[in-house]
């Protein structure tokens, strides 16, 4: 079964540099063991990173034992839809690539809300249309 995104597409990678998603597979696909909901592909910020670490979430640290290499600004990563959620309700939250954002994401956040803060470009430029 092909997972799909926010847009109704097939769900696209988010980023191996660093390897990034709950399965540590490049994408934010999710199932039954991820209680957090890693479904948001976050282009995270210096700000984002801060408030994460605020709220007891230290993305920037690395931790080699759960294959984390720690955060820098413009790093691509698969975050919880809450914790993503909560960046935004404070002000701070990271752009968002949607064709790589899970679906399951609509779950917590509200598509329009994720339309706001979006950054990728689709293939079809006549799509923007529509966002």
Known sequence: MTERNVLGGELESCGTDPLTGFYRDGC????????????ICAVVTAEFLAHQR???NDLGTPMPQYRFPGLVPGDRWCVTAANWYRAHLDGVAAPVVLAATHERALDIVPLEVLRRHAVDVPPDLGALDQL
């Open 28 to 39: 934010c696909s999710t199932g039954p063991e991820d209680l957090g909901s890693h479904t």
């Open 54 to 56: 605020s709220i007891g």
